[in-house]
């Protein structure tokens, strides 16, 4: 190792979650597992074999029995050598197994620390990174597949197409600011738009698959609004398709915020009922009204209960800035009402399911969900911001094509941007802010 080079120490924790289970397993990383490994199991197994064995700590006592692996650097999740003990799954047993573990050389790992570590020692990019506690977080399977298909390098396959063809406009351009002809500029202006506006299409397309991949990971927050009694709980209900709410015939049933989880084509989303918006001196349901309104505030989608044949609003203003569906409920005391999607409103019966499939379909469009079958990409608000600022860069370069020197800037700026998502550019505050919100152990 060359001189002055920082010797990584060796890190430790269980990576299977809290609680009994028939396995849990105690990870370890770092230069000193050959060493624990002879301590803990008297010898070093062989790479990538499984080995049948006893577990001791300091002392010599034998606190577990079950399968080891060994992971040779550079060969292993972490790119450091790497030791998994897999035992029994109670706490107790795996504690005293870590403790071994910790008593033989290594320290606890802090969270996200072995995924960081892959990072540092480039077997991840930063969006790699990312998507594996995506993969775990996931809420639904279409959430999982595209956190898998980033985990794969999909989305940082992408961004690097992205990154490579801004360099060699780049290139292009600095050329042509070092030898400056009259002749060869009208040609490169010309090329250098095409190949900008080619840049700006591919732009466009990730960001908007990045859009769609967001509502995967985030979901969607679609609040239940309206005056007492026109069906709020009973169309959570159904959507939940489970007795989740209490419905009587009483005005003001519903005092708090009640939320429920459910998916519609893959995209989780949470359905919060609310407590009616009218007039009152109850002090219980007026505490109730005023977290109505802050749910509302919130949401992605204000979904506003209308009664078929009695469509006043709720009382009181209704956000301006929130996504608004008007639902026309009861439409089964209505005689000839049609369910389904009609212009900006979608008439239902909570008490049939009737127009349900449209309200489901009118929530996701409202939310901007319109993939069909096509990949999307499981960004992170931070990837959206990145994305955005390389549009506005390469929107300025547009306007700048006769400005080499302006235009070159734009474009260094742009690449910039798009190199934050993989990591290349990337602050140890960053870095630091992403994995703490990682498990340990991971």
Request: charged share 25%.
């Given at each position: 190792m060359p001189s002055g080079e920082i010797v990584p120490d060796t890190i430790a924790a269980i990576a299977t979650p809290a609680g009994r289970g028939g396995i849990g397993i105690v990870r370890v990383s770092g230069p000193k597992v050959p060493a624990i490994a002879k301590a803990v199991i008297g010898r070093l197994p062989e790479?990538?074999?499984?080995?049948?064995?006893?577990?001791r700590d300091a002392q010599g006592e034998r606190v577990d029995e079950g399968v080891v692996l060994y992971f040779k650097a550079p060969h292993s999740y972490t790119g450091d050598e790497v030791l998994e003990?897999?035992?029994?799954?109670?706490?107790?047993?795996?504690?005293?197994?870590?403790?071994?573990?910790?008593?033989?050389?290594?320290?606890?790992?802090?969270?996200?620390?072995?995924?960081?570590?892959?990072?540092?020692?480039?077997?991840?990019d930063l969006a790699q990174a990312e998507a594996v506690a995506d993969l775990i977080d996931a809420a639904s399977r279409e959430a999982a597949r595209s956190a898998l298909r980033s985990l794969e390098g999909d989305f940082s396959a992408v961004i690097a197409g992205l990154v490579a063809a801004l360099t060699e406009l780049r290139a292009l351009t600095e050329a042509m600011l070092d030898f400056p002809d009259e002749e060869v500029d009208p040609l490169h202006r010309d090329d250098a738009g095409r190949r900008l506006g080619q840049l700006r299409a591919s732009l466009e397309e990730v960001i908007a698959k990045s859009r769609q991949g967001s509502l995967l990971r985030a979901g969607i927050h679609a609040v239940l609004a309206g005056r007492p009694n026109v069906g709020k709980s009973s169309l959570l209900n159904r959507l939940a398709g489970a007795e989740r709410a209490i419905v009587t015939a009483l005005p003001g049933t519903t005092r708090d915020a009640l939320r429920e989880s459910i998916l519609i084509e893959g995209v989780p989303i949470v359905i919060v009922d609310t407590a009616g918006l009218r007039e009152s001196r109850d002090?219980?349901?007026?505490?109730?009204?005023?977290?109505?309104?802050?749910?509302?505030?919130?949401?992605?989608?204000?979904?506003?209960?209308?009664?078929?044949d009695d469509p006043s609003p709720p009382q009181g203003p209704l956000p301006e800035a929130v996504t608004r569906i008007n639902v026309i409920n009861k439409i089964d005391l209505v005689a000839g009402a049609v369910a389904g999607r009609q212009g900006n409103e979608v008439h239902v019966s909570a008490r049939t399911g009737a127009g349900l499939d449209a309200l489901r379909a009118a929530v996701l469009e409202a939310a901007g969900w319109t993939t069909r079958g096509e990949t999307v990409f499981l960004a992170r608000e931070r990837h959206l911001r990145a994305l955005s600022a390389a549009r506005v860069h390469l929107e300025t370069a547009a306007s700048r094509l006769s400005q080499w020197e302006l235009f070159a800037e734009e474009l260094r700026l742009a690449q910039e941007a798009l190199s934050e998502i993989s990591g290349r550019l990337s602050a140890d505050d960053l870095l630091g802010e992403i994995f703490s919100r990682f498990c340990i152990g991971k």
């Amino acid at each position: 190792m060359p001189s002055g080079e920082i010797v990584p120490d060796t890190i430790a924790a269980i990576a299977t979650p809290a609680g009994r289970g028939g396995i849990g397993i105690v990870r370890v990383s770092g230069p000193k597992v050959p060493a624990i490994a002879k301590a803990v199991i008297g010898r070093l197994p062989e790479p990538r074999v499984a080995l049948n064995c006893a577990f001791r700590d300091a002392q010599g006592e034998r606190v577990d029995e079950g399968v080891v692996l060994y992971f040779k650097a550079p060969h292993s999740y972490t790119g450091d050598e790497v030791l998994e003990l897999q035992g029994h799954g109670g706490p107790v047993v795996l504690h005293a197994v870590l403790g071994a573990v910790l008593d033989a050389g290594a320290r606890m790992a802090g969270p996200g620390e072995f995924t960081r570590r892959a990072f540092l020692n480039d077997r991840l990019d930063l969006a790699q990174a990312e998507a594996v506690a995506d993969l775990i977080d996931a809420a639904s399977r279409e959430a999982a597949r595209s956190a898998l298909r980033s985990l794969e390098g999909d989305f940082s396959a992408v961004i690097a197409g992205l990154v490579a063809a801004l360099t060699e406009l780049r290139a292009l351009t600095e050329a042509m600011l070092d030898f400056p002809d009259e002749e060869v500029d009208p040609l490169h202006r010309d090329d250098a738009g095409r190949r900008l506006g080619q840049l700006r299409a591919s732009l466009e397309e990730v960001i908007a698959k990045s859009r769609q991949g967001s509502l995967l990971r985030a979901g969607i927050h679609a609040v239940l609004a309206g005056r007492p009694n026109v069906g709020k709980s009973s169309l959570l209900n159904r959507l939940a398709g489970a007795e989740r709410a209490i419905v009587t015939a009483l005005p003001g049933t519903t005092r708090d915020a009640l939320r429920e989880s459910i998916l519609i084509e893959g995209v989780p989303i949470v359905i919060v009922d609310t407590a009616g918006l009218r007039e009152s001196r109850d002090e219980v349901e007026r505490l109730g009204m005023e977290r109505t309104r802050e749910e509302m505030a919130r949401a992605d989608v204000l979904l506003v209960i209308l009664e078929a044949d009695d469509p006043s609003p709720p009382q009181g203003p209704l956000p301006e800035a929130v996504t608004r569906i008007n639902v026309i409920n009861k439409i089964d005391l209505v005689a000839g009402a049609v369910a389904g999607r009609q212009g900006n409103e979608v008439h239902v019966s909570a008490r049939t399911g009737a127009g349900l499939d449209a309200l489901r379909a009118a929530v996701l469009e409202a939310a901007g969900w319109t993939t069909r079958g096509e990949t999307v990409f499981l960004a992170r608000e931070r990837h959206l911001r990145a994305l955005s600022a390389a549009r506005v860069h390469l929107e300025t370069a547009a306007s700048r094509l006769s400005q080499w020197e302006l235009f070159a800037e734009e474009l260094r700026l742009a690449q910039e941007a798009l190199s934050e998502i993989s990591g290349r550019l990337s602050a140890d505050d960053l870095l630091g802010e992403i994995f703490s919100r990682f498990c340990i152990g991971k």
